[in-house]
């Protein structure tokens, strides 16, 4: 992984990239460069020792001129400004191309969850509930799910929201437990994304998906769903890796199995049907037909691109290639589906479950499915139908096309506020 990239700089260049495409002035592109706010805030708790202990956080509001802000929250060490900008502006750029009417937004806290325990993390997540409350609201900003959390911290941060403000409102956050207001389909809709988006590209590419090879780098929520639906649909899982390390199987491997393994050991290192050791840059430089890289930011740079020998790559994570990186793979005509459609299915279903919170009706999982089917199959269309337009050669640009000009006319609409 490459340290050296700054996150927030590859977002600006991508938007760069798109600029040169639409009809768009330099002063609105430049606005859509940039963050709205970022709120910085101290979290202090109190450890189970009785020590006390402070968390830097972070919340950035990127764009709301289609809707509330919408993005999640990610615990992790290597959480900074930076990041949770550009995080916030790929959420922009997300909820613009699959057209749902949101915003972009995105937060952390700089924390190793794994260090902590379950009291001292709700501590830190309702500390965190209790800066966030005058920002966000189900007609504001709407956090969710991110790197390292989930259902249980969704709860806490509904809990502490609807308690100081003594009422009930359970849009004000997505990705909860289903009891808490969340939606059938919420928790698989990443990994179903990134399978959907890759479905079409084969299709697009007149390449076959039955019994194609598929390398998955990054075992989480979105990792796993995502080598487990690819695995129904008649592709072969042959490699996936962790942080510490991945597996591979030419014949492929049950991903399911693999998970259960995962989920007794901590890793999928040392799974009975793998026949070989692999490290994290192995996996993503086999020879496959499709890699889906699942983990963090810059998985992929320049010299790694050089030794991908994918034909398709589906982007589960968010930003997982560098800028570089993405011009070496364009010069070598692998088709990357964009981070912000291929993983856009979260947020999607996301958008699901704010609708049915605020209904209080709530849909089957067969309607979530279908509905989000529709919505990336959409998407996927206006991408090509742009990568096609332009003569682009490369799809990220084409995405960026399509959702820059989506925000650029409902900020142009609105007229400008001093
Ligand atoms: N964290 C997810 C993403 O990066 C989901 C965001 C959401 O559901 O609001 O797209």
Known sequence: MSDEVNPFESLQSQIDDAAAYLDVGDDVIERLKHPERVLETNLTIERDDGDLERFTAFRSQFNGDR??????????PQVSRDEVKALSGWMTYKTAIVDIPLGGG???????????????????????????????GEDRDVPAPDVNTGQREMNWIKDTYETIENTTE??????KALDSGGSEGRVEATGRST??????????????????????QGYGNAGWIAAKLIDEMG????????????????????????????????????????????????????DVDLLIPAALENAIDADLAEAVDADVISEAANGPLTPAADEVLEGKDVFVIPDILANAGGVTVSYFEWVQNRQRFYWAEERVNEELETIIVDAFDALVETYE??????????????AIQRVADAFEEAGSWP
């Open 67 to 76: 809707g509330p802000y919408k993005g999640g929250i990610r615990y992790h």
């Open 106 to 136: 995105k937060g952390g806290i700089v924390v190793d969850p794994d260090d902590y325990s379950e009291a001292e993390l709700e501590q830190l997540t309702r500390s965190f509930a209790k800066e966030l409350r005058p920002l966000i």
């Open 170 to 175: 359970p849009g004000v956050i997505t990705g």
């Open 195 to 216: 399978v959907i988006a890759a479905r079409e590209a084969f299709d697009y590419l007149d390449k076959d998906l039955e019994g194609a090879t598929v390398a998955v």
């Open 235 to 286: 592709a072969t899982v042959v490699a996936a890796s962790d942080s510490s390390g991945g597996i591979y199987n030419a014949d492929g491997f049950d991903p399911v199995a693999a998970k259960e393994h995962k989920n007794e050991t901590g890793s999928v290192v040392g799974f009975e049907d793998s026949e070989a050791a692999l490290t994290n840059d192995d996996v993503l430089t086999l």
């Open 389 to 402: 337009r332009h003569d682009l050669e490369n799809p990220r640009t084409a995405a960026y096309v399509v």
